[in-house]
């Protein structure tokens, strides 16, 4: 059983940078696709980032492409997303998710299986 456990999240202005990360807790760690994903109040829930096995692929929602950047260490069993330029509507609970099968950086919620709990992240005007 995988858990991943989400941090780095809390309440910036806009235009201000941060980090989240994402801590895998699983014995043999499996290099496998793995994302973030977020979902404000009142909306459903909208892919942001995901990354490929082995970190050579990547996939950005157009609305974060050339702000976010997304990272991963096997070995560390962790991914890291670093959001730039954040804007009042980037203000949502961002979830960490990790594939089972999926190598390749899939924003598709159904190609995920495991997912944390969640961090809110709060964008002030």
């Known amino acids: 059983q995988v858990q991943l456990l989400e941090s780095g999240g809390g309440v910036v202005q806009a235009g201000d940078s941060l980090r989240l990360s994402c801590a895998a807790s699983?014995?043999?760690?499996?290099?496998?696709?793995m994302a973030w994903f977020r979902q404000a109040p009142g909306k459903e829930i909208e892919s942001v980032a995901a990354i490929s096995f082995m970190g050579a692929n990547k996939y950005f929602a157009d609305s974060v492409k050339d702000r976010f950047t997304i990272a991963r260490d096997n070995d560390k069993k962790t991914m890291v997303m670093q959001m730039n330029s954040e804007k009042p509507e980037d203000t949502a609970i961002y979830y960490c998710?990790?594939?089972?099968?999926?190598?390749?950086?899939?924003?598709?919620?159904?190609?995920?299986?495991?997912w944390g709990q969640g961090i809110q992240v709060t964008v002030s005007s």
């Open positions: 998710a990790k594939s089972r099968t999926t190598r390749n950086a899939s924003g598709s919620s159904r190609s995920y299986d495991n």
């Open positions: 699983e014995r043999s760690f499996t290099p496998l696709a």
